[in-house]
């Protein structure tokens, strides 16, 4: 149903309602009468406030059963109206009256009709009034259910631009999986900086309805969340995500005081803003609010309406491949596009790549992209992939540590249809047939290393793996041994994942196990530790046979050798490896500080 004209049609419309509902409340008998005429005034103010709200909309007053015999055959013309939103057409679908802090609108000559929607209004189900405790610290005006025109750039100079389409983000670690919204959006600085992560503020009606998610601290802690970039004065500006909650911020429970909230927004026809929150140079927060987006949320998620549509699509993405962490899939195919971004895993060993396909009504097309750390907004990779579906691998991917990264799209043709990518383990796994430091290393181990036959069992693996530069199997050798590793903070993905560290852990393992002799040096009595090489030892510390082993062994220089030799404090400083007489790995480790 259009908006209704509150200079023009209003009176009109108004009296005619009141008409049909006084009406129908004298055909019905004894104290319902009264009941209907009382209940007329609450709902024709409700409809006033809610300036555009559909007559079908006056459920939860008693008055859907009466409306409709009262209504007749004048139903179909007052309650269809309401045509799809012409897909394609620009980034705001539809507009919304221009309304005024007092609550008075105006309506523009050149709107279009409003989308229809299913289900009730989201203003239906927020608390007007309400402020989420981040965004009360923000600005007092901010408040659910205020004006969407109230909502203005405050910060000088500073200007926020979604660009792209609305995504879900699906977190699949352990347990039930979380999902809540990003949106791409481009913000450019001003006054003062930004380092805090801008926010999706979902509108209808006019009236804000969510404020997105708590961006100013991380869940659980009350320091500030450092943000996707700190933009500085006359900055070109950062493509950075913008977040949203799949909960509305606006319809507290119970436990609003810890800013849970536990009801979705209603599936319908919304209009969407990047909302940033840069801080001026004497402290405050301030506000830098995007042009809207039409989103229409349903069932299977948010989508977007905007661009050229990319027409049939034939590609699907494939299965989640073993030990897959991160996937984007976007779908253009439709009037409504549709993408969401998977999160499965963590990056610890810096080994994996992105594989991806896209499709285009311009096979020429390429769609670019990043993988980012969300917490610096750092990209640990880029690539383009071109459109002509044809199979797309990139160059490995370093970084990431134990955080969850993104694959952010940085652009995307119009005639795009379909397009997906993964972050996964290459597809030689990061294992035999992948390049380390010991690949090209001849050097064979002698049981006559180790005075230990189980001892010797354990170097033998090792070297094998090492010399294979087989990462799983040397990670799953240190992970079942429990092995002490560089540090305890290290975990064996770290130090054994593909390609290596700069401390050459695959050369220096063999070059240990195999140019070396072990030696008993000290451990449980009855199953004493093997130390590997033996001039780490007390024994061996000034042998002159020990110290030329590891020099032909390749893990000194004579000159460096010399150096530690003559330091009498510490001695030998290269690494160690210590395997007991059970073969149980002990420790990989530097001898002395």
Request: with cysteine.
């Amino acid at each position: 149903m259009s908006p209704i004209d509150r200079n023009e049609g209003w009176n009109d419309e108004n009296d005619f309602l009141s008409g049909a509902l006084r009406g129908a409340a004298d055909e019905m008998p004894g104290a319902e009468v009264d009941d209907l005429h009382v209940s007329f005034g609450v709902v024709r103010d409700r409809v006033r406030r809610r300036r555009a709200a559909k007559i079908g909309g006056l459920a939860g007053v008693s008055l859907v059963l009466v409306g409709g015999i009262a209504f007749g055959a004048t139903q179909t013309t007052l309650l269809g109206q309401g045509d799809p939103v012409p897909p394609g057409t620009s980034q705001n679908a539809y507009t919304t009256p221009e309304v005024s802090p007092s609550g008075s609108s105006s309506q523009s000559a050149t709107e279009v009709p409003e989308p229809s929607r299913a289900g009730p209004p989201a203003t239906s189900v927020i608390q007007d009034g309400y402020q989420p405790s981040w965004i009360r610290d923000v600005d007092a005006s901010l408040q659910c259910g205020m004006p969407v025109a109230d909502l203005v750039t405050t910060a000088a100079g500073w200007s926020a631009a979604s660009v792209g389409d609305i995504y879900a983000r699906t977190s699949a670690f352990d347990g039930e999986p979380s999902t809540t919204w990003g949106m791409p959006a481009h913000i450019a600085g001003g006054e003062g900086s930004f380092d805090v992560a801008p926010v999706l503020v979902w509108s209808q009606d006019g009236v804000v309805v969510d404020f997105g998610t708590n961006v100013f601290e991380a869940p659980g802690k009350t320091e500030p969340l450092l943000g996707p970039a700190v933009i500085e004065p006359d900055h070109g500006g950062e493509t950075v995500e913008a977040q949203g909650g799949a909960f509305t911020s606006c319809a507290p429970t119970a436990t609003e005081t810890s800013d849970t909230y536990e009801r979705p927004l209603p599936e319908g026809d919304y209009e969407v803003r990047v909302v940033a929150f840069p801080q001026t140079a004497s402290g405050q927060w301030a506000t830098a609010v995007s042009d809207p987006v039409a989103v229409r949320l349903d069932a299977d998620g948010a989508h977007t309406a905007t661009g050229t549509r990319g027409g049939p699509a034939t590609i699907e993405p494939p299965e989640p491949a073993e030990g897959e962490l991160s996937r984007f899939v976007l779908d253009r195919s439709t009037d409504w596009v549709t993408a969401e971004l998977t999160q499965r895993g963590y990056v610890t060993t810096g080994t994996p790549s992105v594989t991806a396909e896209c499709e285009s009504t311009a096979p020429a097309d390429v769609v670019t992209y990043e993988v980012v750390q969300p917490s610096t907004n750092e990209a640990l990779g880029s690539g383009e992939v071109p459109c002509d579906g044809s199979p797309f691998e990139s160059d490995p991917v370093v970084g990431g540590g134990e955080e969850a990264v993104d694959i952010r799209l940085t652009s995307v043709p119009d005639g795009v249809a379909r397009f997906w990518a993964a972050l996964a383990p290459t597809s030689d796994g990061g294992n035999a047939s992948a390049e380390c430091s010991a690949s090209n290393l001849d050097m064979q181990y002698a049981p006559a290393n180790s005075p230990s036959p189980n001892a010797g069992t354990t170097a033998q693996a090792i070297v094998n793996a090492a010399s294979a530069c087989d990462s799983e199997r040397m990670i799953q050798l240190a992970t079942d041994h429990g092995t002490e590793l560089m540090s305890t903070l290290q975990t064996p993905e770290e130090v054994f994942g593909l390609p290596e560290n700069d401390t050459l852990p695959y050369e220096t393992l063999v070059r240990l196990l195999a140019g070396t002799t072990g030696v008993v040096n000290g451990g449980d009595p009855g199953n004493e530790t093997i130390t590997w090489p033996r001039v780490d030892t007390e024994e061996f510390a000034d042998s002159d046979d020990a110290w030329a082993e590891v020099v032909d062994a390749g893990l000194l220089t004579q000159a460096e050798a010399d150096a530690q030799r003559a330091d009498g404090t510490f001695g030998y400083t290269g690494m160690v490896i210590g395997i007991d007489q059970s073969g149980t790995w002990r420790y990989y480790n530097a001898a002395n500080p």
